[in-house]
């Protein structure tokens, strides 16, 4: 009997601001899911590869990326990498994919080539070894095509806002964008959830952003928040996650507790659908 490769759930990370904390959670929300146990692949949309920088991926011996898997020319599995984090996996991505956009803009394939290149990992023989859990997606800050695959090939999306004075601005945007690609491409398409990163403590700005955004978004906003921690801002430099870094600075200790969020969350998530 052939049993069907269940699903991993897609989460795209995305927020067309940059500097709000994309990468960053993507980097250390996929270690902390690793260290509880979940099989995570990071897929680095964004042409600066700063996700395939900070989880070990250097440069010069890149490969195979994102680039090749979204023009067709490879199939994901042929890409992904490991990393030095157990049960993490990354497709890295390079300069190259600046120019994917006009390469396959007349394509009527455009918006689901991420989709159909996740679809086909699930038949493939290292998916069969591996059984990812989770797969995020680190979209670039831009509301581009490359977001569009990645919205219209996620499950849900996360949006990281960073808590400074216009943390909101941009956020209808955002959510009108997810609302057009669901009623356009992708049904599914939930929103799971909004993490407000570099909070400061010190700072009384930081707790009238949390106020503002728990106020206009409610539930919507996870309970944890990622306070600004200079750990976190020094990891990538040494091509490490926070948590291998310094597991016990609080950012390290935020994204842990994000990721059992996120794990209850998708509990519950189920629980209604089924
Ligand atoms: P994005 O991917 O949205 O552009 P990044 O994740 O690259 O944003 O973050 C922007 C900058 O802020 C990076 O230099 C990163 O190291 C830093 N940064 C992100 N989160 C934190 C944090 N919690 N504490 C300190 N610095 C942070
Ligand atoms: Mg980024």
């Known amino acids: 009997m052939n049993i069907l490769p269940e699903m991993p759930r897609v989460l795209a990370l995305a927020n067309q601001k940059g500097g709000v904390g994309k990468t960053t959670t993507a980097i250390n929300l996929g270690t902390a899911l690793a260290a509880i146990g979940e099989k ?3 897929i680095d949309l964004d042409p600066q590869g700063n996700a395939s920088t900070g989880l070990g991926i250097e440069h010069r011996d890149r490969g195979l990326s994102t680039y090749e898997i979204l023009s067709g020319d490879c199939a994901m599995d042929e890409a992904i990498r490991e990393t030095a984090v157990q049960r993490l996996w990354v497709a890295p991505s390079t300069m190259d994919l600046l120019g994917l956009e ?3 803009a007349s394509t009527s394939d455009r918006a689901f080539r991420l989709r ?5 990992l699930t038949h493939s023989r290292l998916f069969k070894e591996i ?3 989770y797969v995020l997606v680190d979209c670039p800050p831009s509301l581009n095509l490359l977001t569009i695959n990645a919205l219209s090939a996620s499950h849900s999306i996360l949006v990281p806002l960073q808590c400074e004075f216009f943390a909101l601005e941009g956020l209808s945007q955002l959510l009108s964008t997810v609302e057009q690609v669901k009623s356009a491409l992708n049904p599914e398409l939930s929103i799971h959830g909004i993490v407000l990163t570099m909070y400061d403590s010190r700072n009384n700005l930081s707790s009238q952003v949390v106020a503002d955004v728990r106020e206009t978004m409610g539930e919507a906003v996870y309970d944890t928040i990622i306070p600004r921690n200079v750990r976190i801002s020094e990891a990538p430099s040494y ?4 948590l291998l870094y310094d597991l016990k600075c609080a950012g390290s200790q935020a994204y842990l507790r994000l990721a059992s969020e996120i794990i209850q969350r998708e509990r519950q998530l189920r629980s209604v659908a089924a």
């Open 40 to 42: 995570v692949l990071v």
């Open 102 to 104: 006009l390469e396959i």
């Open 116 to 120: 159909n290149a996740i679809e086909n």
């Open 131 to 133: 059984g990812f859990t």
């Open 239 to 242: 091509g490490k996650p926070a």
